[in-house]
């Protein structure tokens, strides 16, 4: 895990969608930078996942509706940080990472930073969940024009861009609407390389053909909405490019 005994920059809230999480919560919440605040929303768990967080210093949010978007969705209306991360918690990605994600954003550089995902380890991303991935990035360059090669869960923003798109799906398409809207607005989207590891315990989607099926099925739909107006653009000064 990254050391950030000595970072100073700019704090945020960290949103952590969670469904019976208990054997990874201990290490992720570990990894949250410290002054920062870990938002764990229970989306239904049965193993105790969140009186376990709760334990570990964690704000702790109830989504009784089921879906990745709805716990995200919970979370980001939740926070109250000038800045929003998502980060899943199972494990997979190091929470520690996420400051020179906000960094970026503080800059300039970004408006949408998303952590372009690189295994290591055996089966960390079964190949089933890398196809479907690329099979998604390419229609999503075809739909916006970015080129981007993951839709991984990891990434920062304001959250004021945030609220803006007007999220309004509460599955597996979540992450990508998030992208296409925040394309849509004018938003600058990037990617950064992080390194992505073996889950902690079963995957509730891109552990078997039919949850990753499910998931691309989420996501085509919705690269096949209209273009949303949303208005114009967050106008950012005095940044560099």
């Given at each position: ?21 208990t054997g990874a919560l201990p290490g992720v919440l570990s990894a ?66 996420l400051p020179g994600f906000v960094r970026r954003i503080a800059d ?39 080129r981007l090669h993951d839709l991984g869960p990891m990434r920062a ?85």
């Amino acid at each position: 895990m990254t050391d950030l005994s000595d970072y100073s920059g700019p704090r945020a809230d960290i949103v952590l969608p969670c469904l019976d999480e208990t054997g990874a919560l201990p290490g992720v919440l570990s990894a949250i930078p410290r002054g920062w605040r870990a938002i764990v929303v229970d989306n239904g768990s049965t193993d105790g996942s969140a009186e376990l967080a709760r334990s570990l210093g964690a704000t702790v949010v109830h989504e009784p509706q089921r879906g990745f978007g709805a716990a995200c969705q919970a979370g980001l209306l939740a926070a109250e940080a000038e800045f929003v991360c998502f980060c899943d918690c199972d494990g997979s990605l190091d929470p520690g990472l996420l400051p020179g994600f906000v960094r970026r954003i503080a800059d300039g550089e970004s408006d949408l930073l998303l952590g372009r995902r690189r295994p290591e380890g055996r089966g960390a991303w079964p190949l089933h969940a890398r196809a479907g991935n690329l099979a998604l990035a390419r229609l999503l360059r075809r739909r916006t024009g970015l080129r981007l090669h993951d839709l991984g869960p990891m990434r920062a923003a304001r959250r004021a861009d945030l609220l803006a798109l007007g999220l309004t799906d509460r599955r597996s398409g979540y992450p990508l609407q998030m992208v296409v809207r925040a394309s849509d607005a004018g938003l600058r989207v990037t990617e950064t390389d992080v390194p992505y590891l073996s889950r902690t315990g079963k995957s509730k989607v891109t552990g078997t053909w039919r949850g990753t099926w499910h998931a691309v099925r989420d996501m085509r739909a919705v690269l096949a909405e209209p273009p949303v107006r949303l208005g114009e653009p967050t106008v950012r000064t005095g940044a560099s490019r």
